[in-house]
């Protein structure tokens, strides 16, 4: 922690974390600045008072430390982080109703690709909207340095039953934790703590086990074409950048009872949603490669098993590889468990830096710039399941995530619950000059043949699987 004068007042500035330095590298590295943009949108079928809106909006502000977040840049160009004590921006209304619902979205999208300023400026947006057939309520553009996709679904949460407790005499939520408290409790384990080096020791380890398997999402080609290239009939990795960020979602809605299917065999199984969609990823990818048996995709780590972390916003995520080496006789729900205690393995290592991770991987394997194991990265997102509740009245309302244009990775697959049926949506952000719509299609239609192959009978071994896809 240091102090910096700031427009005359001394305050506390703080180092970014890990999570953090992700984005930060990411940033740097793109002349898009929009790149850490998210958009978002939550909107409800009610007649919503605006004025009320707008004073819930700003309680949220006051409760949540992450949404007033500031970053500069020391004269090293180290970038520290500090909190402003309020917000005082007017929270501006757009009225929408007259317009085509899709070019509403639109108009949204060409918001969320709007950079906001880096140093001393907020990194927050919030808009009142009212939409065609009665939905009102609220985009949200914010950088990914403050908030994650945990902290957004918080805090439009709270802003619903603030509003709520205004309008309809429903209990106020309950108070938000401290983003500084879990930004100390963070900084002080990086700080050369025990659980750090232990952390540090068990990577390593993982590290120099053996090389990974690069699979491609799109077959062999990639990695064939770059052997031919090096000459180097052994290469196991692949570069997977790309020449331009630009980038796209498509969005693939499961139906409401094949999604009820997925959910039951897990709830009866007793394994995580992410699990078998791991499964089925891994599945596919050793389809497209060759039957391949050493499969690495990379997963999301939300980080918030605690109640402060849980209630404290910022942005928390971490990824590391899922590395499992299945055999042709493996059964679909032993392919499950073995994810499962992977996942269960690495993610009690998980507060560990990712990029010195990643840097350590480059070392060891002697990887060229730009090259790696995994052609694929996965985030489950369990909290946009919805679920009665008692501070919120049943009211329909749907939820948008817009793309900001550019992407850092070739593929990124997010995986929701819709908020009107539970279903589950596919949003596949995908780099244009790395990935096509068709080629999208082809990978979920895919992911969908594995999944319920495997579902309707979960001692199919892999093999017979591979077969009937």
């Keep these: 922690m240091k102090e910096f004068q700031v427009n005359g007042v001394t305050l506390k500035c703080y180092p970014l974390t890990a999570a953090q330095r992700i984005h930060n590298y990411s940033v740097m590295h793109c002349p898009y600045h929009q790149l850490l943009n998210i958009g978002t949108g939550l909107y409800i079928q009610l007649d919503v008072d ?30 520290y982080q500090y909190l402003v004590p309020f917000e005082e921006r007017d929270i501006e209304f757009r009225d929408f109703s007259h317009w085509k619902e899709e070019d509403a979205h639109d108009e949204m999208r060409r918001w969320t690709a709007v950079p906001f300023k880096r ?19 609220i985009y949200m553009k914010v950088n990914h340095l403050t908030m994650d996709s945990s902290s957004i679904i918080t805090f439009f949460r709270d802003v619903l039953e603030i509003y709520c407790s205004k309008c309809y005499d429903y209990p106020a939520p309950k108070p938000m934790h401290s983003y500084i408290k879990a930004l100390e409790k963070d900084l002080a384990y990086e700080a050369g703590s025990a659980a750090q080096k232990k952390d540090a020791e068990f990577w390593m380890n ?55 299917r997925l959910i039951k065999f897990c709830e009866e199984n007793r394994v ?7 499964m089925g990823l891994r599945t596919v990818l050793s389809k497209f490669n060759n039957d391949e048996k050493d499969v690495s995709i990379k997963s999301c780590v939300a980080r918030r098993g605690t109640l402060l972390e849980k209630r404290s916003g910022g942005t928390r995520i971490h990824f590391f ?15 499950i468990r073995a994810i499962q205690e992977e996942q269960n393995r690495l993610f009690r290592h998980a507060n560990y830096d990712p990029i010195a991770h990643t840097y350590q991987r480059v070392r060891h394997w002697k990887l060229n710039s730009g090259e790696s194991y995994e052609s694929i990265s996965l985030t489950y997102q369990p909290m946009t399941m919805r679920q009665d509740s008692e501070d919120i009245p049943n009211i329909p309302y749907k939820s948008m995530w817009y793309t900001n244009g550019v992407a850092a990775q070739p593929l990124y697959l997010t995986v929701m619950h819709r908020v009107e049926d539970n279903g589950l949506n596919f949003n596949f952000e995908y780099r244009k000059d790395a990935v096509t719509n068709y080629e999208m ?10 999944l319920f192959r495997g579902i309707e009978n979960s001692s199919r071994t892999i093999g017979e699987i591979l077969e009937m896809i």
Excluded at 272 to 278: A, F, G, N, Q
Excluded at 442 to 447: G, T
């Design 50 to 79: 605006f004025n009320l809106l707008k004073e819930s909006i700003y309680e949220c502000y006051e409760r949540f430390e992450s949404m007033r977040l500031r970053f500069l840049e020391d004269t090293d160009g180290t970038v």
């Design 119 to 137: 140093f001393h400026s907020p990194m927050s947006q919030i808009v009142m909207i009212k939409l065609p057939n009665d939905y009102n309520g």
């Design 206 to 260: 993982e590290i120099t086990k053996s090389e990974p398997m690069y699979t491609d999402f799109n077959g062999m080609g990639r990695l064939l074409t770059q052997r031919r290239e090096n000459n180097n009939p052994d290469q196991r990795s692949a570069k997977v950048t790309s020449i331009s960020p630009e980038a796209s979602i498509s969005v693939y809605q499961l139906e409401k009872e094949p999604s009820e």
């Design 272 to 278: 995580p949603v992410v699990c078998l969609l791991l």
């Design 321 to 335: 590889p899922i590395r499992t080496i299945l055999e042709p006789e493996c059964t679909f729900l032993e392919g």
């Design 441 to 450: 299609e082809y990978l979920y239609y895919y992911l969908c043949r594995v």
